[in-house]
């Protein structure tokens, strides 16, 4: 078929294949990232999609029938050059006592060079502009690990900004966050990933979040891609079935107008299969009204 998306390629994986001895393999992922897309990967747990991630961080050996990073093949450049065109928020960050300032300053480490330290105005600025950006600049004077989890979250995300990357890519940047916290998250990515034309890969478990904000995901099972796609193709009732063995209702934000999983719990299966009444179950209103009623 062809190809008629012109956007720019950042990351293109063929036919990638790794992992940790017999315990656990990657077959034959192909990928192709472009600038502006923000992809989420989905699948039960022990999927690979963290296995996955690594690889394209460079922090797990891989083969692949190509592996290039904005055009380039990715096992000739060095680290630096990797870390100009990608940023990576890992889902602990195990920052010790370091102040918001110097850790998101840190961003500025692949460009550094003898003539240019890492404070210089011009890194400051770049600083200064991000922080504000993600809300960040008003305890840019405090320790990162006496922030918030949500906080800290953000604070990594700005470090990774700094390096002003084409590629950002992301582990389940919203895990225990609240629902205030995890929107407050996702919509800053959404924005930069808009406004900057920043691509986007995150890791994310959850199945609405990634259906409200992603442009396109793959659900990976057993080390493989088994769906690729816009949200509505790949949160099928079928496909998150075979996935996840676990039965769900989907229907539609009314709102957004995206795919919304429900999860069915065996006493909601068995009264659906008895056709016993629905405790709560309001008569006479259309699934719209009984969402935007609450
Ligand atoms: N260092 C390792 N050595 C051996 N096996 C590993 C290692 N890390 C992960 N695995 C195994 O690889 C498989 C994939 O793990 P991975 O963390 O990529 O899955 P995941 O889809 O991200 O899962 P989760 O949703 O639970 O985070 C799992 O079976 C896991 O046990």
């Known amino acids: 078929m062809e190809d008629i998306n012109n956007a720019v390629p950042v990351l293109q994986l063929k036919k990638l294949t790794a992992g940790y001895g017999n315990a656990f393999r990657l077959k034959d992922i192909t990928l192709t990232i472009r600038q502006g897309d923000f992809t989420g990967i989905i699948g039960p ?23 290039q990073l904005a055009g380039k093949p990715f096992n000739r450049m060095h680290l630096k050059e990797r870390a100009r065109h990608m940023a990576v928020v890992t889902q602990k960050n195990d920052i010790g006592f370091i102040t918001v300032e110097d850790y998101v300053m840190m961003g500025r480490l692949p460009y ?19 922080m504000k950006k993600s809300g960040v600049w008003a ?6 690990n006496e922030l918030s989890g949500g906080e800290q979250q953000l604070v990594a995300i700005t470090r990774a900004l700094v390096q002003e990357p084409d590629l950002l890519l992301l582990d389940e940047p919203t895990a225990h966050l609240d629902i205030a916290h995890q929107v407050q998250i996702l919509d800053f990515i959404q924005q930069l990933n808009e406004e900057l034309n920043l691509a986007v890969l995150m890791v994310v478990h959850d199945l609405n979040l990634a259906a409200e904000y992603c442009t396109q995901l793959l659900l990976m099972q057993n080390g493989e891609v ?20 676990t039965d769900v209702t989907i229907t539609e934000n009314p709102l957004s ?3 919304f999983v429900f999860p069915v719990s065996r006493n909601a299966t068995n009264n659906r299969n008895t056709k016993k009444k629905i405790p709560h179950q309001t008569e006479n209103k259309t699934i719209y009204e009984k969402i935007t009623a609450h």
């Open 45 to 67: 747990n022990g999927a690979g999609k963290t296995t996955l991630l690594k690889c394209i961080a460079g922090d797990l050996p891989a083969c692949a029938e190509a592996f």
């Open 112 to 130: 550094r060079s003898l003539l240019s330290g890492l404070s210089c105005v011009e890194n400051k600025q770049l600083a200064e502009k991000y």
């Open 139 to 144: 305890y840019r004077h405090q320790a990162v």
């Open 226 to 245: 088994c769906a690729e796609g816009t949200p509505g193709e790949v949160l099928t009732r079928h496909q998150v079935k075979e996935a996840y063995k």
């Open 257 to 259: 107008g995206r795919p």
